[in-house]
C-alpha cells in the first residue's frame, strides 16, 4: 500500500510539475507576444502619423495655391476696372476736345464774321471747281471792280459773287477765249491779272 501511494504521490508531483512548466511557457509566450504586439503597434502608429503629416502637408501646400490663385484673380478683376476706367475717362477726354474745338470754331466765326470767312471751290458754287483758290471778300471785290473796269457789266463791288457778278465773269471768258464757267476759277483770275497789268502799261 505504501508504494503504490507512492507511486500515486510521484506521478502526481509529475504531473503539477508538468503543469506547471506549461503554464509558464504558456505565460512567458504571452508576454512575448504581447511585447511583439506592441511593437508592431507602435511601428504602424509612427507609420500612421507620417502619413497624416504627409497628407497635412499636401492639404496646406493645395491651401497656398488656391490662395494665390484666388489673389492673382483678384488682381486681374482689379486690372480689369482700371482698364475699363481708363477707357472711360479718354471717352471723357475726347468728347471735351470736340466741345472745346466746336466752341473755339464759334468764337473764331463771331470774331471774324461769315462773310469774311475764305470762300473755297468746295464751299461756293461760284468758285471753279478745277481750282484750289481761296478767295476773301476783298478779293472778290477786287475783281469786280476789275470787271466793271474793263466794261463787263454794271456790277456792285460788294465782295459777294452773286447772279450779275457771274454774268460778268461769263463775259469775260468768252472774250478771252476761257471756258466759260461765270466762276472766279484760276485761269479766270490770272487773265484778269494780266489784263489789268497790260492796261495799266
Do not use: C
Not at 31 to 41: A, I, N, P
Not at 44 to 70: F, G, H, M, Y
Not at 74 to 98: C, K, P, Y
Amino acid at each position: 500500500m505504501n508504494h503504490q501511494v507512492r507511486l500515486q504521490l510521484g506521478a502526481t508531483g509529475k504531473g503539477l510539475l508538468a503543469a506547471t512548466a506549461i503554464g509558464w511557457t504558456l505565460f512567458v509566450y504571452s508576454v512575448l507576444s504581447t511585447g511583439l504586439e506592441e511593437h508592431t503597434l507602435q511601428r504602424e502608429n509612427q507609420q500612421l502619423r507620417q502619413q497624416i503629416e504627409t497628407v497635412t502637408a499636401e492639404r496646406d501646400q493645395l491651401a497656398k495655391a488656391n490662395d494665390q490663385k484666388i489673389l492673382a484673380g483678384q488682381d486681374l478683376n482689379t486690372m480689369l476696372a482700371r482698364i475699363e476706367a481708363a477707357t472711360e475717362e479718354l471717352q471723357q477726354l475726347d468728347s471735351l476736345r470736340t466741345s472745346v474745338s466746336q466752341a473755339i470754331e464759334q468764337t473764331r466765326l463771331q470774331l471774324t464774321g461769315p462773310s469774311d470767312k475764305p470762300v473755297t471751290m468746295l464751299e461756293s458754287p461760284e468758285v471753279s471747281t478745277t481750282s484750289a483758290i481761296r478767295l476773301s471778300k476783298q478779293e472778290i471785290r477786287t475783281a469786280q471792280e476789275a470787271l466793271v473796269d474793263f466794261g463787263y457789266g454794271k456790277l456792285k463791288a460788294d465782295g459777294a459773287l452773286g447772279p450779275s457778278t457771274r454774268k460778268a465773269v461769263e463775259a469775260f471768258e468768252r472774250a478771252k477765249g476761257l471756258p466759260v464757267t461765270g466762276k472766279l476759277g484760276t485761269a479766270t483770275l490770272q487773265a484778269l491779272r494780266t489784263h489789268t497789268a497790260s492796261v495799266t502799261q
